[in-house]
């Protein structure tokens, strides 16, 4: 399964996370600290929108959506979940109606975050980084065709339709 651009462009080969990137502590506390995801973030490109939007941590889930359109089109749809269960923190992602992947917590840092599948065919690897308060870089990468690559997806702060 491939996951589609929207996912990859609140998501993220991985840079080096912040040197204060831990081993995953995972469960709530590390599911608090992905606070930074929260909020609108968009990319335009021409007539492209990419969107994506993460409600705040609570009851020890983070939901999100995303969507791409081309003028009044959609193109591209994803829904997201961010879950901790126990001691262990997963991303969900189920792109454009296609069967779900799951992604472990393998990394948290501040402002920064990496799951990872190693099993998934592409990507293997998702990494959100905050740069400043408003912008964030999504991050998928991983190999494909026998080749490793990463794909980076820049977005901005987006005031929240309706809000």
Not at 54 to 68: C, E, Q
Not at 98 to 126: M, W, Y
Not at 132 to 153: K, Y
Request: proline share 7%.
């Amino acid at each position: 399964m491939r996951l589609a651009p929207t996912l990859l462009a609140v998501l993220l080969p991985v840079a080096t996370l912040a040197a204060s990137s831990t081993p995953a502590r995972q469960g709530k506390g590390a599911l608090d600290r992905l606070a930074f995801m929260a909020g609108c973030w968009e990319r335009r490109s021409g007539a492209r929108l990419v969107e994506e939007q993460w409600m705040h941590p609570r009851g020890r889930v983070m939901l999100g959506t995303g969507r791409t359109t081309r003028g009044d089109t959609v193109v591209e749809y994803e829904q997201l979940r961010i879950e901790a269960r126990g001691d262990t923190v997963t991303y969900h992602a189920q792109p454009s109606g296609q069967p779900p992947a799951a992604f472990r917590l393998t990394s948290i840092g501040e402002g920064a975050v990496t799951f990872e599948n190693p099993a998934h065919d592409f990507p293997q690897r998702i990494t959100y980084r905050a740069v400043g308060r408003d912008s964030l870089v999504a991050r998928v990468e991983g190999a494909s065709a026998g080749r490793t690559r990463g794909i980076d997806f820049p977005y901005a702060r987006a005031a929240c339709p309706g809000g």
